[in-house]
């Protein structure tokens, strides 16, 4: 059982950056996979980024490439998300959550995350 909550959204212009962050708080963090996914307005949650319990694993979905980095730092129970160079297509509500995996491993499959935040909503004007 683990509570997670997002916080570091808000409204940006297209081209700048922001920073989420995700703490978690009630069981031990370090051993769960987390995963940020988003909603955009109209449409359904879709994957992100994800991270394994360690960090040696990682990833981000294919339209955020190259903007987007997923990290954790355990000491501190926290999850983040860097945006660079936002688009108005990145506007949606942004949410962590975690699964007690297996191993040192993430998943991009949002069904198999147990754990959700409330989200915190990214608006990008052009």
């Known amino acids: 059982q683990v509570q997670l909550a997002e916080s570091g959204g808000g409204l940006v212009q297209a081209g700048g950056s922001l920073r989420l962050s995700c703490a978690a708080s009630g069981d031990t963090f370090s051993r769960y996979a987390m995963g940020w996914f988003r909603r955009p307005p109209g449409k359904g949650r879709e994957f992100v980024a994800g991270i394994s319990w360690s960090g040696s694993m990682s990833g981000v979905a294919a339209s955020v490439k190259g903007r987007f980095s997923i990290s954790r730092d355990n000491a501190k129970n926290t999850l983040y998300l860097q945006m660079e160079n936002l688009r108005p297509e990145d506007t949606a509500v942004y949410y962590c959550?975690?699964?007690?995996?297996?191993?040192?491993?993430?998943?991009?499959?949002?069904?198999?995350?147990?754990?959700w935040g409330q989200g915190t909503q990214v608006t990008v004007s052009s």
């Open positions: 959550a975690g699964w007690r995996g297996n191993g040192d491993v993430y998943y991009n499959t949002d069904i198999l995350y147990d754990y």
